[in-house]
């Protein structure tokens, strides 16, 4: 996947073109400097989903939970404040995970160890003209 993004609304686009290339991806990595638009994507993959829950940054919380209209969930971690990887154990990490429902990580990099083989990896990148390029690797 590769997506050129000029304005907000070419985020729906973006997270379309994600589900569609990536249908049976439920664990991804998104990767961006601060201020990228991580969560602002991930908010975008939601509404495609039909999560009618408010997507935010869990930040604080580490993990957010939200549900799609059919009943699976949506994980949304930020683990740009983790220090120590046993943080992530303690909040059971692995079940998360191994759970079968996605898992959208911020600040992946904190936790690489951490990642599993089947990881879809995002980078979202800065332009000089605001936009943003989206990159997947798998």
Not at 70 to 89: A, M, P, T, W
Not at 122 to 137: D, G, K, L, P
């Given at each position: ?48 989903l ?55 990580m ?11 083989d ?21």
């Open positions: 996947m590769n997506v050129l993004v000029n304005n907000p609304s070419d985020l729906q686009k973006a997270a379309e073109t994600f589900l569609h290339q990536y249908p049976d991806a439920r664990v991804v990595a998104f990767h961006g400097s601060m201020g990228a638009g991580k969560t602002t994507l991930i908010k975008a993959i939601c509404q495609q039909g999560v009618n829950d408010v997507v935010n940054s869990p930040t604080f919380a580490l993990v957010n939970e939200y549900t799609c209209p059919n009943g699976q969930s949506v994980y949304h971690f930020d683990f740009y404040r983790i220090n120590k990887l046993e943080e992530v154990y303690d909040m059971g990490y692995e079940e998360y995970i191994e759970s079968g429902q996605y898992c959208f911020e600040w992946p990099e904190r936790i690489e160890s951490l990642l599993p089947n990881c879809i990896h995002i980078h979202i990148e800065e332009t000089n003209n605001n936009q943003r390029i989206i990159r997947s690797i798998d």
